[in-house]
């Protein structure tokens, strides 16, 4: 997988989402929060805990903890 910065001049991309399964949803989000926007914290749902936050260009991303680990 690579990322790529935004090309200056360029609109972001707001219709694509990426998603990664994470250990601790917390700690990630601890840290990702220190430098970028959280846009839902982490919350319990029946897939498991799930966050979203934004890339340095605003682009969302979706952090999931399952629950059997």
Same mark, same amino acid.
């Given at each position: #997988?690579?990322?790529?910065p935004?090309? @200056? $001049?360029? #609109?972001?991309d707001?219709t694509? *989402?990426i998603?990664?399964?994470?250990?601790?949803?917390n700690s !990630? !989000?601890? !840290?990702? /929060?220190? @430098?970028?926007?959280v /846009?839902s914290?982490?919350?319990?749902?029946?897939? $498991? @805990?799930?966050? !979203?936050? *934004?890339?340095?260009? +605003?682009?969302?991303?979706?952090?999931?903890?399952t629950l059997? +680990?």
């Amino acid at each position: #997988l690579e990322i790529y910065p935004l090309p @200056v $001049g360029k #609109l972001t991309d707001t219709t694509t *989402r990426i998603g990664f399964n994470v250990s601790d949803i917390n700690s !990630v !989000v601890a !840290v990702i /929060a220190s @430098v970028e926007e959280v /846009a839902s914290k982490p919350k319990a749902t029946q897939w $498991g @805990v799930r966050a !979203v936050v *934004r890339d340095p260009d +605003g682009r969302t991303v979706e952090l999931c903890e399952t629950l059997d +680990g």
